[in-house]
């Protein structure tokens, strides 16, 4: 019965779909069987003896693999009389169709990336995807949707059946045929990642910011009532960027946001809990709270996206190759940068004040003693797929958002205070945009034309060049007195840790930092347990986050016991804390008696 109605579905959908220029893409989520959804499309026409049918390496904003064709299962391709067509596989794991002149009509089965523990998949969880029959369904497109090579920008139809008791919050328009029946446009394929999609029981509540329509979309398990109380913070969230930007580039948004309680069934790694950015939307893992705490540093960064890559970007972005991805050399801005406005609108709008602000800046600082010598910010950026550049990841929230701090005073400080960063971008926004993209290689040349020859020289010696920005003689324009390094005298372990990406998990590897070293630690030594507990298992109990206090503050007489890798061998460890040298790094402190200038410098840095 399934093979016949089947059979019924394709021919209604190929006589319809036979001369249409765009993709017809029916996503069945009502009929959910063996943990799997099924995916018809029907295809724009091929002009080639052999088609090349690509799911995602990666996605836009995630700058690691995903590799979803991993999920399919059961792929076909037929012809206008129902006929399989021969499908065979590249070296690269994707789908070649034979004789594709013939090419009508696809189909295929998808796994869902949340509770996959078999496939090899590890999919960062806001931009992966979960099929939960009758009540959850995220549909992040890239995990969703293939297309034919050559045909990316080409538009899509996307219908999704679902049971009539669950609602579709997305940034896009979503027309409401019936109870059971939705369906939504995309212009290219690029719109249609952009532009997730979550079925959820209705939990929602909408506001309005600085002429911005914003909708708050809650999927959680059970039927509490959670959207109204985040939609309260994070109203009050857009409303301090709102008075931060020059003006809005977007008139809607909608936050999405996926409340996990707790089930391992449905999700099998909750290690990637977080966000992900979209031009007019973001999507969030995280767990389930009646009421948002620590959602702000998050929130204000991912909407703070829609300046940079919304609107202000690169050609790697814009046309972005799905199957072998070409990076953007400028994490620096769209990260870096978005990472600074993030802190800097809260004191702009005087939610926070100088010495909190000053705070985050130092803490940010610690995370450049992980830089070599050789680091260039726009290389780095341009490897970051690589195991290295994945391990170094990290950065570009820490060290990049320093970075941007200096590049806006040296932009304010050498335009007499007239000008600053975000100026810049806007400047630049006016003459590219969303549907604009600038050459990668001439960015810096950009930011000359509407700057100076010295903001010019800061991006060549400071981003591109391997040089480290003389932090003290820039701190000290607004009236920051910076010490590179403190040594003293304090109870410890003699070691310290470092946070690196590993296969795309966080890893702690460890640094001798005396030569007491109580408990004979080896540079490069990689903390496998702590205590008895594992990395995320002490992160998430009170005695597993005391023992990891202990390293940076102990008291004499202290134990600690570590097993580590080491040459690929487990090591168990020992030690009672003594008197070690406590080196201390990147210490700013606030000038009690600044100068005029200095004093007139900073208040044009925090616009005020």
Same mark, same amino acid.
């Given at each position: 019965?399934r093979? $016949?109605?089947?059979?019924?579905?394709?021919?209604?959908?190929i006589?319809?779909?036979?001369?249409?220029?765009?993709?017809?893409?029916?996503?069945?989520?009502?009929?959910?069987f063996?943990?799997?959804?099924?995916?018809?499309?029907?295809?724009p026409?091929?002009?080639?003896?052999t088609a090349?049918?690509?799911f995602?390496v990666?996605?836009?904003?995630?700058?690691?693999?995903?590799?979803?064709?991993?999920?399919?299962?059961?792929?076909?391709?037929?012809d206008?009389?129902?006929?399989?067509?021969?499908?065979?596989r590249?070296?690269?794991?994707?789908?070649?169709?034979?004789?594709?002149?013939? $090419?009508?009509?696809?189909?295929?089965?998808?796994?869902?990336?949340?509770?996959?523990?078999?496939?090899?998949?590890?999919?960062?969880?806001?931009?992966?995807?979960?099929?939960?029959a009758?009540? !959850?369904?995220?549909?992040?497109?890239?995990?969703?949707?293939?297309?034919?090579?050559?045909?990316? @920008?080409?538009?899509?139809?996307?219908n999704?059946?679902?049971?009539?008791h669950?609602f579709g919050?997305?940034?896009?328009?979503?027309?409401?045929?019936?109870?059971?029946?939705?369906?939504y446009?995309a212009?290219?394929y690029?719109?249609?990642?952009?532009?997730?999609?979550?079925?959820?029981?209705?939990?929602?509540?909408t506001?309005?910011?600085e002429g911005?329509?914003?909708?708050? @979309?809650?999927?959680h398990a059970?039927?509490?009532?959670v959207?109204?109380a985040?939609?309260?913070?994070?109203a &009050?969230?857009?409303?301090? !960027?709102?008075?931060?930007?020059?003006?809005?580039?977007?008139?809607?948004y909608a936050?999405l946001?996926y409340?996990?309680?707790?089930?391992?069934?449905?999700?099998?790694?909750?290690?990637?809990?977080?966000a992900?950015?979209h031009?007019?939307?973001?999507?969030?893992?995280?767990?389930?709270?009646?009421?948002?705490?620590?959602?702000?540093?998050?929130?204000?960064?991912?909407?703070?996206?829609?300046?940079v890559?919304?609107?202000?970007h690169?050609?790697?972005?814009?046309?972005?190759?799905?199957?072998a991805?070409?990076?953007?050399?400028?994490?620096w801005?769209?990260?870096?940068?978005t990472?600074?406005?993030?802190?800097?609108?809260?004191l702009?709008?005087?939610?926070?004040?100088?010495?909190?602000f000053?705070k985050?800046?130092?803490?940010? $600082?610690?995370d450049?003693?992980?830089?070599?010598?050789?680091f260039?910010?726009?290389?780095?950026?341009r490897?970051?797929?690589?195991?290295?550049?994945?391990?170094?990841?990290?950065?570009?929230?820490?060290?990049?958002?320093?970075?941007?701090?200096?590049?806006?005073?040296?932009?304010?400080?050498?335009?007499?205070?007239?000008?600053g960063?975000?100026?810049v971008?806007?400047?630049?926004?006016?003459?590219?945009?969303?549907s604009?993209?600038f050459q990668?290689?001439?960015?810096f040349?950009?930011?000359?034309?509407v700057?100076?020859?010295k903001v010019?020289?800061?991006?060549?010696?400071?981003?591109?060049?391997?040089?480290?920005?003389?932090i003290k003689?820039i701190?000290?324009?607004?009236?920051?007195?910076?010490?590179?390094?403190?040594?003293?005298k304090?109870?410890?372990?003699?070691?310290?840790?470092d946070?690196?990406?590993v296969?795309?998990?966080?890893?702690?590897?460890?640094?001798?930092?005396?030569p007491?070293?109580?408990?004979?630690?080896?540079?490069g030594?990689?903390?496998? &347990?702590?205590e008895?507990?594992?990395l995320?298992?002490?992160?998430q109990?009170?005695?597993?986050?005391?023992?990891?206090?202990?390293?940076?503050?102990?008291?004499?007489?202290?134990?600690?016991?570590?097993v580590?890798l080491?040459?690929?061998?487990?090591v168990?460890?020992?030690?009672?804390?003594?008197?070690?040298?406590?080196?201390?790094?990147?210490?700013?402190?606030?000038t009690?008696?600044?100068?005029?200038?200095?004093?007139?410098?900073?208040r044009?840095?925090?616009?005020?």
């Amino acid at each position: 019965m399934r093979t $016949l109605l089947l059979a019924l579905v394709l021919i209604a959908g190929i006589t319809a779909q036979a001369q249409e220029p765009r993709y017809r893409v029916d996503v069945d989520l009502a009929n959910v069987f063996d943990d799997r959804i099924r995916i018809s499309m029907w295809p724009p026409r091929v002009d080639a003896d052999t088609a090349l049918v690509i799911f995602p390496v990666t996605v836009p904003g995630t700058y690691e693999e995903h590799k979803w064709w991993k999920l399919v299962r059961n792929f076909r391709a037929l012809d206008s009389s129902l006929k399989d067509l021969t499908v065979r596989r590249s070296v690269d794991s994707q789908f070649v169709v034979e004789n594709a002149r013939n $090419l009508r009509f696809i189909s295929y089965e998808l796994e869902d990336s949340f509770d996959d523990t078999t496939s090899g998949v590890d999919v960062f969880a806001p931009a992966g995807t979960d099929f939960e029959a009758d009540s !959850i369904f995220v549909l992040n497109h890239g995990g969703i949707v293939c297309f034919v090579d050559g045909k990316q @920008h080409v538009p899509f139809q996307v219908n999704i059946k679902h049971p009539k008791h669950l609602f579709g919050g997305s940034a896009i328009n979503i027309a409401r045929i019936s109870d059971t029946l939705d369906t939504y446009l995309a212009d290219t394929y690029d719109q249609l990642v952009d532009s997730p999609v979550m079925y959820s029981l209705p939990d929602t509540a909408t506001f309005m910011v600085e002429g911005v329509r914003v909708l708050v @979309h809650c999927a959680h398990a059970g039927r509490d009532t959670v959207a109204p109380a985040y939609a309260k913070e994070l109203a &009050r969230l857009t409303k301090t !960027i709102g008075k931060f930007l020059p003006s809005m580039p977007v008139n809607h948004y909608a936050f999405l946001l996926y409340l996990w309680k707790g089930d391992r069934t449905k999700v099998a790694n909750p290690g990637g809990m977080g966000a992900l950015e979209h031009g007019y939307s973001s999507f969030y893992f995280l767990g389930f709270q009646k009421r948002p705490i620590g959602l702000g540093e998050v929130a204000v960064h991912e909407f703070l996206h829609i300046l940079v890559p919304l609107n202000l970007h690169s050609e790697e972005i814009d046309y972005f190759d799905f199957r072998a991805p070409k990076m953007s050399q400028h994490l620096w801005l769209y990260e870096g940068t978005t990472e600074y406005f993030s802190t800097l609108a809260p004191l702009h709008d005087s939610t926070i004040k100088e010495n909190a602000f000053r705070k985050d800046i130092e803490g940010k $600082l610690k995370d450049m003693d992980r830089l070599g010598k050789d680091f260039s910010f726009t290389e780095f950026s341009r490897d970051v797929l690589s195991k290295k550049g994945q391990q170094l990841y990290p950065i570009v929230y820490t060290y990049g958002a320093v970075n941007a701090f200096l590049l806006d005073i040296v932009i304010r400080e050498s335009s007499g205070g007239s000008m600053g960063l975000l100026d810049v971008i806007y400047r630049l926004m006016q003459d590219y945009g969303s549907s604009r993209p600038f050459q990668d290689d001439s960015l810096f040349t950009l930011i000359e034309r509407v700057t100076n020859a010295k903001v010019r020289e800061y991006c060549d010696k400071y981003i591109k060049g391997t040089d480290r920005p003389p932090i003290k003689d820039i701190l000290a324009l607004i009236g920051w007195d910076y010490t590179a390094e403190k040594v003293s005298k304090a109870p410890g372990f003699g070691f310290k840790g470092d946070f690196r990406m590993v296969d795309g998990k966080p890893g702690l590897f460890l640094t001798v930092s005396d030569p007491a070293n109580p408990m004979k630690i080896v540079d490069g030594d990689r903390i496998v &347990r702590i205590e008895g507990m594992t990395l995320q298992e002490a992160f998430q109990s009170e005695a597993g986050r005391a023992a990891l206090e202990k390293f940076r503050v102990s008291k004499l007489g202290d134990t600690l016991s570590m097993v580590v890798l080491r040459d690929d061998k487990e090591v168990e460890l020992k030690g009672t804390a003594e008197m070690v040298n406590k080196v201390e790094r990147h210490f700013i402190e606030i000038t009690p008696t600044p100068t005029p200038a200095q004093t007139a410098l900073k208040r044009a840095v925090y616009y005020e």
